[in-house]
């Protein structure tokens, strides 16, 4: 199991903000590609369901560096 950590921006407001994922197998997102998550995952609450990656960090110490992303 790895922890992937992804810069996301919302593609309505443009927040930009980090999101953690597990990932059973792991996935290599291409910065610019489109990511869809439900139940207002943009911090601004403005009900945008689909976010570009800016970037990706592979995480495996999740805890001791980003406890806060
Ligand atoms: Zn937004």
Not at 37 to 60: M, T, V, Y
């Amino acid at each position: 199991m790895t922890r992937t950590v992804l810069d996301l921006k919302c593609v309505h407001c443009g927040t930009v903000f980090k999101r953690s994922f597990e990932d059973k197998r792991r996935k290599t997102y291409t910065s610019g590609e489109l990511l869809r998550l439900e139940g207002k995952a943009c911090p601004e609450s403005c009900d945008n369901e689909w976010f570009s990656i800016e970037k990706q960090h592979a995480i495996r110490k999740f805890k001791r560096h980003y406890r806060d992303a």
